[in-house]
C-alpha cells in the first residue's frame, strides 16, 4: 500500500512539474495548442490509472484479518505488589482482539514481528520498575524513579519489538517490588502492533 501511495505522489510531482512547464511555455509564447493538448491528455491518462488502484485497494474500508494494533490505560489509579500482572483495563485501540483488558495479556494471534510499548505514571516520590514478560520470562525493563518531591513528575517510557509465535502472552508486572506504587491512572498505558 505504501508503494502505491509513493508512486501516486510522484505521479502527482511529475504532473504539476509538467504544468508548471507548460504554464510556463505559454507565458513565454513558445506553446503549440496541439503539443499542450497532447502532453495534457497523456498525463490525465497517467493519473487515472493509479486512482483505479488506490480506489480498488480502499474499497473494503476495514483492517486485514492479519492487523493487530491495541493501546489500553488504567482506567483509575492501582497499586500493584511485585509479581502482580498489571492490568491496563481501559481500551483505546484493540484491533484484532488481542489484548485481554481483563487479565492484562496480550496473546499474539499470529506467528510474527511485534513492537511494544508501555508508559509508567506513579506518584511523586515513589519507584516502580515495570518489567516486559514473555511466557513468564523476563524480556525487557523501565524503571520509573521520582524521587524528586511532590511538585516533580516524570514519566518513563519503554519499547521494544521482537518475534512472538502464535499464542505466546506478552504482559507487564513490577520486577523488583518493594514499596507498592500507585499507578497513575491514564498516564500509564501499555500497547503494541504486528509490524510483520
Do not use: E, H
Given at each position: 500500500m505504501l508503494l502505491k501511495f509513493l508512486t501516486f505522489a510522484a505521479l502527482i510531482a511529475t504532473c504539476s512539474f509538467i504544468w508548471l512547464?507548460?504554464?510556463l511555455l505559454v507565458v513565454?509564447?513558445?506553446?503549440n495548442n496541439a503539443l499542450t493538448t497532447s502532453l495534457i491528455r497523456n498525463q490525465l491518462s497517467l493519473l487515472e490509472k493509479p486512482n483505479n488502484k488506490l480506489d480498488n485497494v480502499s474499497k473494503c474500508g476495514c483492517p486485514?484479518?492479519?492487523q493487530i494494533v491495541f493501546h489500553a490505560e488504567m482506567g483509575s489509579d492501582k497499586t500493584y505488589n511485585k509479581g502482580s500482572i498489571w492490568?491496563?483495563?481501559k481500551m483505546?485501540?484493540?484491533i484484532g482482539n488481542a489484548y485481554n483488558p481483563s487479565t492484562g495479556k496480550f496473546s499474539?494471534?499470529?506467528?510474527g514481528i511485534y513492537q511494544f510499548n508501555w508508559y509508567t505514571l506513579c506518584n511523586a516520590g515513589s519507584m516502580a520498575h515495570a518489567?516486559?514478560?514473555?511466557n513468564g520470562k523476563f524480556t525487557a525493563n523501565q524503571v520509573y524513579n521520582n524521587g524528586g518531591g511532590i511538585r516533580l513528575w516524570i514519566t518513563a517510557g519503554s519499547s521494544i519489538a521482537f518475534s512472538l509465535?502464535?499464542?505466546d502472552e506478552v504482559y507487564i508486572m513490577d520486577v523488583h517490588g518493594g514499596t507498592a506504587p500507585t499507578l497513575r491512572s491514564y498516564f500509564t498505558a501499555f500497547g503494541g502492533v504486528r509490524i510483520n
Open positions: 512547464l507548460l504554464d513565454l509564447g513558445n506553446s486485514s484479518k492479519s492490568v491496563y483495563d483505546v485501540t484493540n499474539a494471534p499470529t506467528t518489567g516486559l514478560f514473555v509465535k502464535k499464542g
